[in-house]
């Protein structure tokens, strides 16, 4: 391996002078990372700061009966010992539902329990103190009496007329469910010459960010302010919630992010311990800090996946398609999580599964139901991975049936690339996609005849290796119709402003935030890039809702094709300014004028006609010498937001080659390929390590990760040494290809790649294990994580 | 219920005296009463690595050893080396190569991977993989990291 230093593009309608879009150049924040001179949320500290411990349900279920604080409240160093009802005096309780979603039903839920806990983990009773530690001493003289109740664990039963409602007034278990029937699907059924019927498990798993969640709320009486310190990744959305639940006008809250240590969907969400943080600084006025340990993580931070999908495809002989069905259930804990709810990942499945294939029949169930475990939600490729896993699974499932190559099955039943736009059975609109290119282009890069070569002389030799494919699609750009229209104050759009300093460097404020996907680099390349100045004279600021324009934040792979889009016409309406003010001191025309490098040339023949230092000075210091009349604005805003479509869908597909040891059940991995198109590539060494990062995350839910909960709800594995997360040494090195289609709706054309890795892994290693392992007679193995214990179940051997 | 003693240990080359309580982990000490944030508190039970720092020329986990085991020794953090410049190229190859994201798991990444090269050989992929298999990094995948490992171990031995 040589690390290549970066080189400039060939030439695109994009390009200009200082032209970093296609480019990889380095993100400006990461010498400090790697330094040791970052500043997470975790890392800080401010005067008079506390600390608050949370005493937490032991139990799924359970009526608090008695709970007694006086010991603790003598304890050393405590400042407030603080109950569910003392607290919900200060904040008020909350209700994750959208309207779009609809029949969608959720209970009240409290910062902190009020009466009964509903999941192993539910904080029950905050302490706060002058340090963690002595918080957490004092936890433990908590007396706290419980009355366990019956706890509702088996989504299967939960809807049963004689399982325990959990909350009576909701009537049923049931959250929200949703149907679906397009095309004729009995009929395509009936005349498929075969019919194949799977069931696929997902385990539950959650997202394990490195630094765990982590909040200072500071509440200052004095200017009667909320100032919170939080790893987020949607500071608006957040400032908005606080206002609302303390009841405080929303310019009264200041979100501020920081560093934050991965997010992965984890951290877009409102947690009640969180909440409960807020509300203890306005009610002790004082900085009130909480980091929660990884215990306190694996309880509280959401899970994701939990779903059993029965699947069902028929085909005929000539490798068509005729339809696909699906009955997705899952459960979700006791509350629908707010605001984005928990009935989105269902909604995704329901949406995605068929979407790469030109299958007009699909019928489709989706039931969400409560249960007594921590709390699911939208997390990195949201409904993806399930919906991808149970196409593909299918798929692979009926060209063996039909003894078809799972690579002809697919180029047979894939929207065409010359076919959009299309839309698919499920209702979702594609603007146009590349399916088949990239099918071409991955097959090349893995050199698939030979790969088959290989296996086959490795099969000679008792070595059981298996190819497996995903094609897959990815919801990207989401405008509001994925929370907007449901009534959640979720912004879809994004803003950046730009301002020319006094000596000639930009400065931008972007609503877009960043958490190590590289956005603070995407943003300054495309305002480099559009005004016409190099990366370095850029200063990127986010993550501050005082001092960045409205915006959605860094989630569905929406910051760079829509906070790009935003910064990049931002940067050139600053261009625009700049040159009228230049023009005004040449007494020249500003549209014979352009920006190279920071100077102000002749249009065409790039003369040097005056320095944006030299711009600069004269607005600021020397304005009585401009013509008169002329006032110079050195500072521009634009906004964006996708208005053709409603998600801007991008397209890929990811192979998986790997060897099954039949006599363990291990499954090692050789090498595992992708190939997307996320349209224009901004930075293609960024777009490649998320690709990685989301494939690698996609593989721990197909391998290795469960959170293992048993019939009284109780969390068998919430620690890392338990909980198995992938490992450098289990991991594969990963081949990344592009086809490039841009998205018309922006200038750009740039579409999101932050959950494609993550959304394709699990099904193309779920299909390469059963090609390895289906000539031994082996059952499919669709129950993820494939451990090596189901392998062997799987082959007859335990 | 609280003991505390006083120990002198050099922290980053400067000597200094504490008065620590029992409990409190080495992490939790450099962080909390020196202030030196750049190790990180990730699982506090010993899995992630994230707390990685040098000890006596060792890495050890900063979870895992008491604050009051360290009197008498010198304790390295990644502030500490990358003000030496030990470091640098490792650094350097992180960022060309985008080998971090987050960055909550780089310092520990960093040591770890300084001390399989400390050896002077030059690893294989697989070699490195398998050093670094302590350390857990959510946001990359690690191949950008072996990359970047590798082509540090060539540079230094002049391949």
Not at chain 1, 381 to 399: K, M, N, Y
Request: aromatic letters at 6%; charged letters at 20%; hydrophobic letters at 40%.
């Amino acid at each position: 391996m040589k690390i290549v230093s970066d080189l400039p593009s060939p030439l695109t309608a994009l390009d200009r002078p200082n032209s970093y879009i296609g480019r990889s150049v380095p993100r400006p924040n990461l010498k400090r990372l790697a330094q040791g001179r970052a500043q997470y949320v975790s890392d800080m500290t401010l005067p008079r700061m506390a600390h608050v411990a949370y005493l937490r349900s032991p139990h799924a279920h359970a009526r608090i009966v008695k709970l007694d604080k006086s010991k603790a409240e003598k304890a050393l160093g405590v400042i407030a010992v603080v109950t569910g009802p003392e607290l919900a005096k200060v904040i008020t309780p909350w209700v994750g539902v959208l309207t779009h979603l609809k029949g969608i039903k959720s209970a009240p839920q409290y910062a902190l329990a009020v009466d009964r806990a509903c999941w192993q983990g539910e904080a029950v009773c905050a302490v706060v103190a002058k340090a963690r530690a002595q918080a957490e001493d004092a936890c433990e003289l908590i007396e706290i009496v419980y009355e366990e109740l019956p706890a509702v664990t088996d989504p299967e039963t939960a809807l049963d007329p004689n399982t325990p409602v959990i909350h009576p007034e909701l009537g049923d278990n049931l959250t929200f469910e949703r149907t679906l029937d397009a095309g004729e699907v009995d009929k395509a059924f009936a005349e498929s010459d075969a019919v194949i019927e799977q069931t696929f498990h997902f385990g539950r798993h959650t997202g394990v960010t490195n630094e765990p969640r982590s909040i200072i709320a500071d509440w200052n009486p004095g200017e009667e302010r909320l100032t919170v310190y939080q790893g987020t990744q949607a500071p608006h959305m957040m400032q908005n919630l606080f206002a609302k639940h303390l009841d405080l006008a929303e310019h009264q809250v200041r979100v501020v992010t920081k560093d934050v240590g991965g997010s992965f969907g984890v951290k877009v969400h409102t947690y009640a311990d969180e909440m409960a943080v807020v509300a203890l600084s306005k009610m002790l006025k004082r900085p009130i800090k909480f980091v929660a340990d990884r215990l306190e993580s694996f309880v509280t931070d959401i899970h994701a996946r939990d779903h059993r999908v029965r699947g069902k495809i028929g085909i005929r002989k000539d490798g068509t398609i005729t339809a696909f069905e699906i009955d997705d259930l899952t459960g979700i804990g006791p509350y629908s999580v707010y605001p984005r709810t928990s009935g989105i990942e269902a909604n995704q499945v329901v949406n995605l599964t068929g979407g790469p294939y030109a299958c007009p029949n699909y019928r489709a169930r989706a039931r969400v139901v409560f249960q007594n475990k921590n709390v699911m939600c939208q997390y990195r490729a949201v409904g993806h991975p399930i919906a991808v896993a149970v196409t593909e699974g299918l798929v692979d499932l009926a060209a063996a049936k039909i003894g078809m190559d799972p690579v002809e099955v697919r180029k047979k039943n894939l929207i065409p690339d010359d076919a959009y736009p299309a839309t698919a059975a499920s209702g979702i609109k594609f603007e146009k996609l590349s399916h088949i290119a990239s099918t071409e282009k991955i097959l090349s890069m893995m050199d698939y005849k030979a790969l088959r070569a290989d296996q086959a002389a490795a099969r000679a030799r008792g070595v059981h290796r298996g190819i497996g494919f995903a094609s897959f699609i990815e919801v990207t750009n989401p405008s509001a119709a994925f929370y907007g229209v449901g009534g959640a104050k979720i912004s879809a759009q994004d803003g950046a402003t730009v301002r020319l300093d006094g000596k000639g460097a930009i400065f931008c404020h972007t609503g877009v935030s960043e958490q190590g996907q590289g956005a603070e680099a995407v943003i300054a390349q495309c305002v480099a890039s559009a005004f016409g100045v190099s990366m370095d004279k850029v200063r990127v600021i986010m993550g501050d809702t005082d001092n960045t324009p409205y915006g959605g934040g860094t989630w569905a792979s929406r910051a760079a094709g829509i906070g790009g889009e935003a910064a990049w016409q931002a940067g050139k309406a600053l261009r625009e300014n700049v040159l009228a003010a230049a023009a005004s001191i040449l007494q020249a025309q500003a549209s014979d004028l352009d920006i190279d490098n920071g100077i102000v040339v002749n249009k065409g023949t790039k003369t040097e006609r005056i320095s944006l230092e030299e711009v600069a000075r004269i607005c600021y210091f020397r304005p009585d010498t401009l013509p008169p009349g002329f006032q110079a604005e050195l500072v521009a805003t634009r906004h964006y937001v996708p208005r053709a479509w409603a998600f801007s869908f991008t397209n890929g597909i990811q192979a998986s080659y790997l060897e099954v040891d039949t006599d363990t059940g291990f499954i090692k991995l050789l090498k595992h390929w992708c190939v997307e198109d996320c349209g224009t590539v901004i930075n293609p060494q960024l777009v490649d390590e998320q690709i990685r990062g989301g494939i690698v995350q996609g593989l721990g839910g197909a391998l290795f990760e469960h959170c293992l909960y048993d019939e009284r709800g109780q969390l068998l594995n919430g620690n890392m040494a338990d909980y198995l997360v992938p490992m450098a040494m289990e991991m594969p090195d990963m081949q990344i290809g592009h086809v490039v289609t841009p998205t018309a709706d922006s200038e750009l054309g740039a579409k999101g790649a932050g959950e494609a890795g993550t959304a394709g892994a699990p099904a193309c290693v779920m299909n390469a294990i059963n090609d390895a392992l289906r000539p031994l007679g082996a059952k499919p193995l669709t129950d993820m994580p494939f451990t090596p214990g189901k392998v062997l179940r799987a082959l007859g051997k335990v | 219920m609280t003991h505390a003693y006083d120990i002198s240990l050099t922290v980053n080359g400067e000597l200094l005296t504490a008065r620590v309580e029992a409990r409190k982990s080495l992490v939790d000490f450099l962080r909390d009463d020196l202030s030196l944030t750049g190790s990180h508190v990730g699982c506090e039970h010993g899995v992630c690595g994230a707390c990685t720092v040098r000890v006596n020329g060792q890495i050890v986990r900063g979870c895992l050893m008491l604050a009051v085991q360290c009197g008498g020794a010198t304790v390295e953090t990644i502030e500490g080396v990358s003000d030496t410049g030990e470091i640098a190229d490792l650094q350097d190859a992180f960022e060309k190569r985008n080998a971090l994201q987050c960055g909550f798991c780089t310092p520990g990444m960093l040591l770890t991977a300084q001390e399989l090269l400390a050896n002077g050989k030059t690893p294989s992929r697989d070699d490195i993989r398998e050093h670094i298999s302590g350390n857990y990094c959510r946001c990359t995948g690690y191949h950008a990291i072996v990359d970047a490992v590798e082509a540090v171990a060539q540079a230094r031995n002049g391949k």
